[in-house]
């Protein structure tokens, strides 16, 4: 399969940049969801490139190194978890993607969005896209993207929000809805990291 099938089409319609666009961390119950986009040079083969949600911990780390290092341009946003209770999630990832493309020191003519949504009821892509279902797994823009948003993520969560509030143990579970998690949320309430949205289901078993 050509990873860079998508890239290739808009190229040969006579567009010079296009960047991938990806984000990481809507399902979690706390902290920000992330978005990345990357200009990559054209044809770039990075090794093993592909959904980070298909590879490890170990791999996805690695190729964060590689693709900050020989991107053309990168940029990395997020919106926190107030806002997210706010905006709704939806609204949250729209926002943090066009924040990300908006980040780029080159700006791109088109951008390859990962998923089938480019707009929510307050924030959309506002600049030329095509949306690409599973676009992670088919784009080495999108790929890349992924890559960077969820290690990004990962990292605030294992690192930053663990250090906050060690008693939830993110460093375990980043976040997400896991069985320590809940039991976590059961013995300490949510801390101010924590999306008071995503917690109904949790709050209506109290």
Same mark, same amino acid.
């Given at each position: ?16 940049? /296009?960047?991938? /666009? ?15 986009? /990357?200009?990559?040079?054209?044809? *770039? ?27 053309? $341009?990168?940029?990395? #946003?997020?919106?926190?978890? $107030? ?20 980040? *780029? ?28 279902? +599973?676009?992670?797994?088919?784009? $080495?823009?999108?790929? #890349? ?8 993520? @990962?990292?605030?969560? $294992?690192?930053?929000?663990? #250090? ?20 976590? *949320? @059961? ?12 917690? +109904? ?6």
């Amino acid at each position: 399969m050509d990873l860079w099938a998508f890239e290739k089409e808009q190229w040969n319609n006579g567009v010079q940049t /296009v960047c991938g /666009v990806d984000e990481a961390g809507a399902g979690p119950l706390a902290g920000p969801v992330y978005a990345a986009a /990357v200009i990559l040079p054209r044809e *770039l083969d990075i090794s093993g490139l592909n959904d980070s949600k298909k590879l490890s911990e170990k791999k996805r780390e690695a190729l964060f190194d590689i693709i900050t290092a020989q991107a053309v $341009a990168y940029s990395i #946003a997020y919106v926190e978890a $107030a806002e997210i209770d706010e905006i709704d999630i939806l609204n949250a990832r729209m926002k943090a993607m066009q924040m990300a493309i908006d980040g *780029l020191s080159v700006q791109p003519d088109v951008a390859l969005i990962d998923g089938n949504r480019d707009h929510g009821s307050r924030y959309a892509i506002q600049m030329p896209h095509q949306l690409i279902i +599973k676009g992670d797994s088919l784009s $080495a823009s999108i790929a #890349a993207a992924s890559i960077l948003a969820k290690v990004s993520r @990962d990292r605030f969560a $294992a690192g930053e929000l663990d #250090a906050q509030y060690p008693q939830y143990h993110f460093v375990k579970h980043k976040g997400y809805g896991t069985k320590l998690h809940y039991e976590m *949320l @059961d013995t300490y309430g949510p801390c101010p990291q924590h999306r008071v949205t995503f917690l +109904k289901k949790w709050q209506a078993q109290k």
